[in-house]
């Protein structure tokens, strides 16, 4: 794999008008998902369940690329065909969560680092065999009282640097998520803060670990509220200040920026999306990387009947990537 084009595919998932659906759900996430609507967690019905939205017609017209679970990636439709080779010829790009979830960091209380960096290059050599072309890693940063230490962001920093350039190694794009959780009632210029420290640490880890910005995707979480902050700024001043703290740390080269939608309602992580591409030209395409704010709509219809629901649910889907089709494009009209 060259350089040109590890940023050809990084381009490409950030294509005009498109944006990625995060369908990457861990077994644990994916259980809590299905228990919210009754579904039992098998998986037989996991994969059902992801070939409903895999297979929705059309789907590349809004999306790019999709990225999946371990498990997801090793499956294939009901009639036998493999996931990774339906998604390329319906002109989906493949993609894999390699990161193996977060563990208490040690010294620091309430705060947490991303596990999976042990035998993961030979985990990625596996993954792009089986068609992957991209990879994520999520990092999480919890904002409290006294959190985030300076230790905990550069501990996710260093860890997401490390993987960054292993994916380049073997050839897959890799999708940095350093997520600034929503939780607790922090207001928004708190979360301008805390992502800020983030993002500079993160830039100065890929930086020295000698990642090509050119063949990397930021995948980042808005500056917003806290869920449970009294005070909630409105959906202008979310997009100014997510889009003044994305230009004072991520540099012009990096190929392109994509949100998490992070527990925000289906029509707020639109509605932010369509505002951050209504304030003119940018250094990067900005566009969304959604997964319960993409899929939530379709899961509910596609669990009052499994069989006879899959039309329905697909069209759920299809609704929700024009939507963000468009917002990604600033032409959304609610
Ligand atoms: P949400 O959009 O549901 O936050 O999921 C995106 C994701 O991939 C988180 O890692």
Partial sequence: MSIEQLAETALAMVAPGKGIIAIDESTGTIQ?????????????NRRAYREMLLTTPNLSDHVSGAILFDETLRQSTKDGSPFAKVMMDSG???????????????????????????????????????GA???????????????PSQAAIDANSHALARYAAL????????????????????????????????????????????VMMEGCVLKASMVISGSTCPDQAPVEEVA????????????????GIVFLSGGQSDEKATAH????????????PLTFSYGRAMQSAALKKWSEDMNANVGAAQ?????????????SLGEWEG
């Fill in 32 to 44: 809590k998902r299905f228990d919210g609507v009754n579904i039992e967690c098998t998986e037989e």
């Fill in 273 to 284: 999306l369509n505002a951050i591409n209504s304030m003119g030209e940018q250094p990067w």
């Fill in 92 to 130: 989906v790009i493949p993609g894999i969560k390699v990161d193996k979830g977060t563990v208490p960091l040690a010294g620091f209380p309430g705060e947490v680092v991303t596990d999976g960096l042990d035998g993961l290059r030979d985990r990625l050599a596996e993954y792009y065999k089986l």
């Fill in 167 to 210: 994916c380049q190694e073997q050839g897959l794009v890799p999708m940095v998520e350093p997520e600034v959780l929503m939780d607790g009632d922090h207001d928004i210029d708190t979360c301008y803060d805390v992502t800020e420290a983030t993002l500079l640490s993160l830039f100065n880890a890929l930086r020295e670990h000698n």
């Fill in 133 to 147: 072309r991209f990879a994520k890693w999520r990092a999480v940063i919890n904002i409290s009282e006294d959190a």
């Fill in 315 to 327: 069209e759920a889907v299809y609704a929700r990537a024009r939507a963000n089709g468009l917002a």
């Fill in 240 to 255: 100014g200040a997510t889009l003044h703290c994305l230009r004072a740390t991520v540099p012009a080269t990096l190929a």
